[in-house]
């Protein structure tokens, strides 16, 4: 007796794996197809395929050859000291066209008396020169 249940127990497992390999291969053959059905033909998938590896092929080799060829440039040691304004809204965006009310929202003035420390460039200054009659500015002092 105990003989039988040895090899029908053997037999049990083999049959369970046997379902899981027909299970997880339905389940790739599933996934191909859905694959086939979103490209337009088999040949078309093969094509894309097979450029696709091409450009990734291409690209790898790129990226390798600049690696040798690019040099590391120099870090700058000495600090920047970047300047900044200080704006402050002084009059509000009410009654004022959509695109100054904008302007102050990007600038980071809220509401009437808000201030707001932003850096001095020149996409800055234009926005200020937009917005001039509804705030004030002021030099920020960067080396407290």
């Known amino acids: 007796m105990p003989k039988e249940t040895a090899k029908s127990a053997e037999g049990a497992a083999a049959s369970e794996k046997k379902t899981a390999e027909k299970a997880t291969a339905a389940k790739a053959a599933k996934k191909t197809a ?3 059905k ?7 998938a093969k094509a894309t395929k097979a450029t696709k590896a091409t450009k990734t092929a291409a690209t790898a080799k790129k990226k390798t050859s600049k690696k040798k060829t690019t040099k590391v ?6 600090k920047t000291i970047e300047k900044s304004l200080r704006v402050r809204q002084v009059r509000s965006g009410i009654r004022h066209p959509w695109r100054m009310r904008r302007t102050l929202t990007a600038l ?6 808000d201030e707001a420390v932003v850096p001095d460039n020149p996409s ?5 020169r937009r917005v001039h009659h509804l705030v004030s ?3 920020e002092d960067t080396n407290g």
């Open 124 to 128: 800055v200054r234009g926005m200020l």
């Open 34 to 36: 859905k694959a086939a």
């Open 73 to 78: 440039a120099k870090k700058k040691t000495d």
């Open 38 to 44: 979103s490209t337009k033909g088999t040949k078309t």
């Open 108 to 113: 980071g003035l809220k509401h009437h008396q």
């Open 137 to 139: 500015v002021t030099p």
